[in-house]
């Protein structure tokens, strides 16, 4: 089964014969393939990171660690790591139950699950913030019932986290589904048959073999949770000190040239994003050392 998260599995396994398939190109090839890969990366990813991080130390640590004092940063960082804290736990839980009910059962409609799994791929994120206005905002569809009981979904916490709940959320089932498709459920039915209980049988059987790569979604998920912009942006409604996580802060903080600012915060976001990456590089390197 393909979809626009390819499984760890799949990738450790393809892993394997590559160096045998290029092995055959002749070398001119292999030093231009090279060569392109090198230059993408040094010009699209290395130096942007460079330019950031050497704008945000050009006034000196001291500017630096100072962008941070301000309260509405904080409250940035604040919000954004309690979004990420909410939303993660939370795909993940549907990511496993969603990638059990795929590959384990049978059912009419499944195409269709599947399908919907990738509409978060599909659909901008600033259209999914607007559906949410739509449902819930100031005119929305259930405008009235909030109203009444006295609930904010828009322009609060809660529509912050259904947002990115929405945008994240193929993340973890797309990780698993090909996994556990390839794994195939005999041990679950051996755990079965000698006595084991549905939940024994996924503690000790599933969730052993799905671990890296539900690390491996988690980890995607909650670097695409914590750097999230559009979806968040459009149900915010950018107050300070309120509903900005840290893209919106540092959004403001440039429209108001306050760029040593911006870039400093920015530059903590980069870190965070390397901090995931190398956590991804690190159950990568841990799975192929299990498949070897």
């Known amino acids: 089964m393909s979809g626009p998260a390819t499984s760890l ?29 090198v230059f993408a ?14 704008e945000a130390l050009r006034k000196g640590l001291l500017a630096y660690f100072a962008s941070f004092t301000d309260p509405a940063a904080w409250h940035a960082i604040t919000l954004t790591l309690t979004v990420a804290a909410i939303v993660v736990p939370l795909n993940a839980v549907f990511g496993v139950a969603a990638a059990w009910c795929v590959t384990r059962f049978r059912f009419t409609g499944r195409s269709l699950l599947l399908t ?5 791929f ?24 909030l109203d009444e009981h006295d609930i904010q979904i828009v322009f609060a916490l809660p529509g912050i986290v259904l947002a990115t709940t929405f945008v994240t959320l193929p993340f973890v089932a797309r990780e698993l ?10 041990e679950e039915y051996a755990a079965l048959t000698l006595g084991a209980s549905g939940w024994q049988m996924f503690r000790h059987v599933t969730l052993p073999n799905i ?3 539900l690390f491996h979604g988690i980890v995607l998920c909650n670097a695409r ?4 912009f ?63």
């Open 9 to 37: 599995a799949a990738r450790t396994s393809r892993s394997h014969t590559a160096p045998k398939l290029a092995a055959s190109d002749p070398p001119w090839l292999r030093r231009a393939v090279l060569g392109v890969a």
């Open 41 to 54: 990366v040094l010009a699209f990813l290395v130096a942007p990171l460079a330019v950031l991080f050497a």
């Open 116 to 120: 919907l799994l990738d509409l978060p």
């Open 122 to 145: 599909a659909v901008s994120p600033v259209v999914a913030g607007l559906l949410y206005v739509l449902l819930f905002g100031a005119h929305g569809w259930f405008a009235d019932f």
């Open 177 to 186: 589904i090909p996994l556990m498709e390839q794994q195939g459920d005999d």
């Open 211 to 213: 671990k890296w790569g």
């Open 225 to 228: 949770a914590m750097g999230e």
């Open 230 to 292: 559009g979806a968040v942006s459009v149900v915010s409604g950018h107050i300070r000190n309120q509903t900005n996580t840290l893209p919106l802060h540092i959004e403001i903080l440039y429209n108001e040239y306050n760029f040593a600012a911006a870039f400093a915060i920015a530059s903590l976001l980069a870190l965070l994003a390397i901090v995931s990456l190398l956590a991804k590089t690190y159950i990568e390197w841990r799975a192929e050392r299990n498949a070897a």
